[in-house]
Nanobody, 122 residues
């Protein structure tokens, strides 16, 4: 059983940056593919980014390509989401997720964090 705790959310002006962190415990972190998802008010949760077990494979949803970067530090059991050039439409609760495996995936994750709020003002 993996426990995930996100941090780093907050309020930022459009064009600004935030770095989200997700600390994992209770499992062998390198055994898991990690992902970030988000859910805006009144909308369904959507996939944002994923990274494979070793960190050398990533995949992003089109709306964040070139602005967001996912990375991981297996020694620290932590995955990050660096968000640059933020837009008001990036406002959402951001969730970290884990799935046992090696290759990147965009759905069917097994473990979820509690979420962290990101608000981008115009």
């Amino acid at each position: 059983q993996v426990q995930l705790v996100e941090s780093g959310g907050g309020l930022v002006q459009a064009g600004g940056s935030l770095r989200l962190s997700c600390a994992a415990s209770g499992g062998t972190f390198s055994r898991y593919v990690m992902g970030w998802f988000r859910q805006a008010p009144g909308k369904e949760r959507e996939f944002v980014a994923t990274i494979n077990w070793s960190g050398d494979g990533t995949y992003y949803t089109n709306s964040v390509k070139g602005r967001f970067t996912i990375s991981r530090d297996n020694a620290k059991n932590t995955v990050y989401l660096q968000m640059n050039s933020l837009k008001p439409e990036d406002t959402a609760v951001y969730y970290c997720a884990a799935k046992e495996g090696r290759a990147v995936v965009t759905d069917t994750y097994d473990y979820w964090g509690q979420g962290t709020q990101v608000t981008v003002s115009s």
